[in-house]
């Protein structure tokens, strides 16, 4: 079980019971304040990436090169969404872990990505060959 689906919440009634126990009811208004503010400041970076996404095609990146080399292992896929502006395309079944997505780009090169449980675990770049690449029209 994830950690943080316990931490976090059992964090916040921390907070609040302390702002209780030093402040009285004000500490309670302004600890609710402020963790209500932490998540709307998460859900407005979730809705802004979520909205760049959707006005690109499913699965393309501007470089995949770059994309590879910008990926670290344990980044959630809200992370690698915002990098590529893009949602990826699902190659693996849907609802099973890991999640398998794939970004392509205009020289038809790709990073498939591996997820689990949210977290990146692998990936891997695959370029075409110089051939290969000189045969087939790019990508819309």
Not at 3 to 31: E, M, N
Not at 32 to 46: E, K
Not at 126 to 136: H, L
Request: aromatic share 8%.
């Amino acid at each position: 079980m994830n950690l943080l689906k316990i931490g976090v919440p059992l964090g916040g009634v921390v907070i609040v019971f302390a702002a209780y126990q030093a402040y009285g009811w004000p500490g309670v208004a302004a600890a609710a304040g402020g963790i209500v503010m932490w998540l709307l400041l998460h859900f407005n970076r979730m809705m802004t990436a979520l909205r760049r996404a959707a006005d690109q095609p499913v699965g393309h990146v501007g470089s995949a090169v770059m994309l590879n080399a910008r990926l670290k292992p344990g980044v959630t896929l809200l992370h690698v969404i915002a990098l590529t502006r893009s949602l990826g395309e699902l190659r693996s079944p849907r609802d099973e872990q890991p999640e398998v997505f794939r970004w392509t780009d205009g020289t038809q090169s790709h990073v498939t990505c591996e997820f689990a449980g949210g977290k990146l675990v692998r990936w891997e770049l695959v370029r075409p060959a110089e051939g290969d690449a000189a045969a087939s029209p790019p990508a819309p």
